[in-house]
């Protein structure tokens, strides 16, 4: 996560962004907790039919990478340049800033982002200020398509250059921004020699199916995987029966399956 943050601040290349997501997701937001007395929780495993288990030794060598990435995370946010701010991340926060003639700017998110793909962004300024607003669009986003932006609540026209969406006008108090990221499902191979083990994906998150077998599934089958109503999770089916998906975060003790060679 911080090789990807510095060179996203570098590079202003959006892939950086996409990856530091992913890893943010499908790592540290589903990693177990740190124990006082020195279980840690060392790597996340992607082997199929695997858990999500402490490491055998206590104060591994790397145990302090996952605080540390826990609390670097809300930095990965936002990143500002002369012409004005860039948005990387989108979880529910805010950021502050002054611009060159002194104006106060703070910059408001909210949404229910990656399990929904509206975000909304509030502008609170104390006087009307030109700058850029930059949104990062993610590559499954602009594959996906189509990716819309409402600006007080007009469609707007835009392009992606780098991976972000650039918004340059003169902003006024009180003006809002509406982003729309497609989340439709997709598959990804594990490698380009291996294309029919696949993932399945959903927006920025891996889905992993609850199971301790490898279910016999053809492509078609995962890419129908239904969400269940009122949970965090989704259902495939199969020849054998259903096959319950959740992301990496909402794995207790279950076994689970990365990678299916589909049929």
């Keep these: ?29 589903g990693a177990r907790p740190l124990r006082p007395d020195g ?20 104060w591994p060598c790397c145990a302090g990478t996952l605080p540390q990435a826990a ?6 946010c936002y990143f500002q340049d002369a012409q004005g701010i860039f948005v990387n ?18 910059l408001s998110l909210a949404g229910n982002y990656p399990y929904e793909g509206d975000v909304a962004l509030h502008l609170s300024l104390s006087k009307p200020t030109s700058f850029a607003l930059r949104l990062r669009i993610p590559a499954w986003a602009q594959a996906a398509g189509p990716v ?3 600006v007080n609540g007009t469609p707007v026209r835009f392009s992606v250059s780098s991976g972000f ?5 003169r902003w006024e108090n009180g003006d809002r921004v509406d982003l729309h990221l497609p989340l439709g499902m997709r598959l990804q191979a594990i490698d380009q020699t291996h294309p029919n083990c696949v993932a399945l994906m959903r927006g920025p998150l891996v889905l992993f199916a609850l ?21 965090t999770a989704w259902q495939a089916a199969t020849a054998t029966g259903p096959v319950r998906f959740v992301p990496f975060n ?14």
């Excluded at 996203?8 to 997701?25: H, I, N, P, T």
């Excluded at 969406?165 to 006008?169: F, G, N, S, V």
């Design 1 to 29: 996560m911080k090789l990807k943050r510095y060179l996203l601040r570098v590079s202003a290349d959006g892939r950086y962004g996409d990856s530091l997501e992913r890893v943010l997701y499908n790592t540290v937001l």
């Design 39 to 58: 279980p840690s929780f060392y790597y996340s495993d992607y082997n199929n039919h695997d858990q999500r288990t402490y490491f055998q030794d206590k």
């Design 71 to 76: 609390a670097d995370y809300p930095v990965c």
């Design 89 to 106: 991340l989108y979880l529910p926060s805010s950021v502050q800033w002054l611009a060159s003639d002194g104006a106060l700017l703070k």
């Design 148 to 150: 819309s932006i409402r």
């Design 165 to 169: 969406a650039t918004l340059q006008r």
């Design 211 to 231: 199971t301790g077998t490898s279910p016999s599934i053809t492509a078609a089958q995962l890419l129908a995987a239904k969400p269940l109503p009122g949970e």
């Design 250 to 263: 909402e794995i207790n003790d279950e076994r689970y399956v990365t990678y299916f060679d589909t049929i």
